[in-house]
């Protein structure tokens, strides 16, 4: 392979997948990058400025330019890191988080219709070349954490979860098909009945596969979320995946209006216990059961969102 056939690749590629397109079909009134902006401060709930020009590689004035417009538009808000004054965080209002949908609607109408011309027997092919591509170009790093991005779930995602937290479970502490099947249920309730502006699921994704999950529903309390089926895959932990999960759940929750997030846990799952805690959450009760072919000792955790913490 020489220097001109990756060139002509990508001039081929650029063109398949539209990326000089600045219609109004795709991306306007935004230009590509200020669109990869958006879709990263969407998919990052506690960006702020030094993160989107590490991760996007931009130059300081440019980004500094693409967010005043932002700003100008009512796409962001702006305001001194609680953890670092010296930092400023950057995060999508509701005008924000709806025009980036739009954008991310367009693309997966623009991608449907590209994959739509290829056969369905000849997709894993293609998912196979994609996948062999990002791996001999990414020369064999192991996955860092900005290679995660957390989206909304695709077709067959929501099986995913439920066949993942069933086979994780089940090999890290002996839990019986029961628990696949509650997961199954919380799942189908969603898929058969949700309001998308209150209740979400993220998926977190690596290298084009999931590496994780969570949910956010609403509660039969007054004004009270519930987070469920938090999980990360073995092979991605240490990433901070958990982190990035529960705190898309604490703003969005906080964003729509709840005054509560609650969750149920059992205390054998000390890793993601520990998450909620560094996020807020506080013990409200315990209680023994028998469940999932187990002994074991069910906690509800609560978070008061009212508060403003970071």
Not at 116 to 133: H, K
Not at 220 to 248: K, M, N, S, Y
Request: glycine share 8%; net charge neutral.
């Amino acid at each position: 392979m020489t220097v001109q056939d990756i060139r002509a690749f990508n001039r081929f590629y650029t063109n398949v997948i539209g990326a000089l397109d600045y219609s109004r079909k795709l991306y306007a009134p935004y230009t590509l990058t200020e669109s990869r902006v958006l879709y990263e401060l969407a998919h990052s709930p506690r960006t702020d400025a030094a993160d989107l020009r590490a991760e996007l590689s931009l130059d300081a004035g440019y980004l500094s330019r693409i967010l005043n417009k932002f700003e100008q538009d009512g796409l962001i808000e702006r305001a001194p890191s609680r953890l670092d004054p010296r930092r400023r965080r950057v995060s999508l209002t509701a005008h924000g988080r709806e025009t980036a949908g739009l954008l991310a609607e367009r693309a997966n109408e623009s991608v449907g219709a590209l994959l739509a011309t290829v056969p369905s027997a000849e997709r894993p092919r293609l998912s196979e070349a994609m996948r062999t591509v990002r791996e001999l170009l990414s020369d064999g790093r192991a996955p860092r954490r900005e290679d995660v991005v957390l989206r909304e779930p695709g077709p067959g995602d929501l099986g995913w979860i439920v066949q993942r937290n069933a086979a994780l479970y089940a090999a890290e502490y002996g839990w019986n098909a029961d628990y696949e099947g509650l997961v199954a249920r919380i799942v189908a309730d969603f898929a058969q009945d949700h309001d998308p502006h209150l209740e979400r699921v993220w998926i977190a994704e690596s290298d084009g596969r999931p590496v994780g999950c969570v949910m956010c529903v609403r509660d039969e309390a007054p004004a009270t979320a519930r987070l469920r089926l938090l999980l990360v895959e073995p092979d991605a932990r240490g990433l901070g995946i958990g982190d990035r999960l529960v705190g898309a759940v604490v703003d969005f929750a906080r964003g729509v209006g709840y005054r509560d997030l609650v969750l149920w846990t059992n205390d054998v799952l000390a890793s993601a216990r520990r998450i909620y805690q560094r996020h807020g959450f506080v013990l409200v009760a315990e209680k023994p059961h028998r469940s999932f072919g187990k002994d074991l000792n069910g906690q509800d955790w609560r978070l008061d969102l009212g508060g403003t913490g970071e």
